[in-house]
């Protein structure tokens, strides 16, 4: 039986251990007291009131979210939100979470995660069934769920049902202050690898994913032919070589606003970044950024919902889902962010569709998936990283520390 921890002003509500694996401590680790209140907290908000509990990136993108999707379902339905800003951790935390067997003590209802990670959690049944033609809404024509999104962003099972429906597609990307550059800029990923011509310090993510397709495109390789290399042990060990180039010019970034950050301090010249907080820094902020368009990694983001829930919120969760991944609501979120909607019946409407801050800024020229800039772009292979993934997680985390 889990141990059970009483802690300040918290009554009788007992705390076990899962809970400290749920806040992320380890069991030899610490967890502060504010987290553990944070976390009582919850628990009894939840069964005071009928609050859907939604975990998701933070940031400018959480904010999208907020406005296009909470807010009109507050207003519809009275439902109130708590919002987590932990997608970072979601996959070890829902893992941890679910292994526990006690509905009660999972603390989430729905989670924005990546697709990869979604994929493989819902093969080790974490997550809830979701079946695309029942348990989302059709088009405004009539068009069914799992016709009108575009393909590939339906994912985890089969055409008829599965654990992931994605509500946006972003890019990775690179980034330029142009201020260090003031007789243009760097326009392409090989630009990015070239430290002689354009010189500076490099902001890059902490993963192998991204790195390592961009360093294999910078290497020569064709964009449709980065997986098909990557796979081989070759493959690896080229792309590898060609990030040798950057190791000596790099700084490391895990969080989504750090590459924007890095670049306004003069810390880096150059930074991968996700498209819409580029967009935010340069539109919101005035930051004197220019966008790297080739190259650019695109990939799937959307909802889960875990799979143990009690009935009660499982329903309401199911319930948001639906609203969310409406076509009005996922064409509304792009007015607050530049990603671009997962429906095709949504993404119809991008023409049109103007910035929330400044009607006279179309968000069409901003968007990852615009005609002209999938064209420049790779696609991210989430059934890569799921096969790959942990593998070349070590041998980047070798690599970084040689």
């Known amino acids: 039986m889990a141990k059970k921890t009483r802690t300040p002003n918290s009554g009788t509500l007992p705390v076990s251990r899962r809970d400290l694996l749920a806040l992320g401590a380890s069991t030899a680790g610490l967890v502060s007291l504010s987290s553990l209140g944070s ?4 628990r009894r908000a939840m069964a005071a009131e009928a609050t859907i509990n939604l975990c998701s990136w933070g940031g400018a993108y959480q904010s999208s979210q907020i406005n296009a999707y909470e807010k009109p379902y507050r207003r519809k339905t009275g439902f109130n939100f708590r919002n987590i800003e932990k997608s970072s951790n979601g996959p070890a935390l ?3 979470q679910e292994q526990s067997g006690n509905a009660s003590w999972v603390s989430w209802d729905i989670v ?3 697709q990869a990670d979604a994929n493989r959690l819902y093969s080790q049944r974490l997550l809830q069934e979701i079946v695309w033609d029942k348990d989302l809404d ?3 024509d009539g068009t069914p769920a799992w016709d009108d999104f575009t393909k590939g962003s339906l994912s985890g099972g089969d055409d008829k049902s ?3 429906v994605s509500t946006i597609s972003y890019n990775t990307m690179f980034c330029y202050n142009k201020i260090a550059f003031p007789n243009g800029g760097p326009r392409s990923v090989q630009d990015v690898f070239d430290v002689a011509k354009f010189a500076g310090k490099r902001g890059l993510q902490k993963i192998p994913a991204g790195n390592l397709e961009w360093a294999l495109y910078a290497d020569g390789v064709a964009k449709d032919k980065i997986y098909d290399v990557l796979a081989t042990p070759a493959g690896v060990d080229r792309a590898f070589k060609k990030l040798d180039a950057l190791k000596p010019h790099a700084m490391w970034w895990s969080e989504g606003s750090q590459p924007q950050e890095m670049l306004a301090q003069g810390e880096v010249t150059i930074a991968s970044a996700y498209n819409g907080r580029i967009f935010d820094a340069i539109v919101a902020n005035g930051d004197p950024l220019g966008f790297i368009w080739d190259g650019g990694l695109y990939e799937w983001d959307g909802w889960v919902v875990p799979a143990i829930l009690p009935k009660d919120r499982k329903k309401r969760a199911m319930e948001f889902l639906r609203f969310s ?3 009005k609501s996922l064409a509304e979120q792009a007015r607050y962010i530049a ?4 429906r095709k019946s949504s993404f119809a409407q991008m023409a049109d569709i103007t910035y ?3 009607t006279k800024i179309k968000m069409m020229p901003y968007l990852p998936t615009s005609p002209d800039h999938l064209k420049l772009s790779i696609a991210k292979s989430a059934s890569f990283w799921s096969a790959h993934g942990p593998a070349l997680i070590g041998r980047f985390q070798t690599w970084l520390a040689s």
């Open 94 to 96: 829902i893992t941890a």
């Open 138 to 140: 059709r088009a405004p």
């Open 325 to 327: 991944t409406s076509t």
């Open 356 to 358: 929330y801050k400044n």
């Open 39 to 42: 976390l009582i907290g919850v």
């Open 339 to 342: 990603y671009s909607p997962a």
């Open 162 to 164: 599965g654990g992931f």
């Open 112 to 114: 924005d995660m990546l």
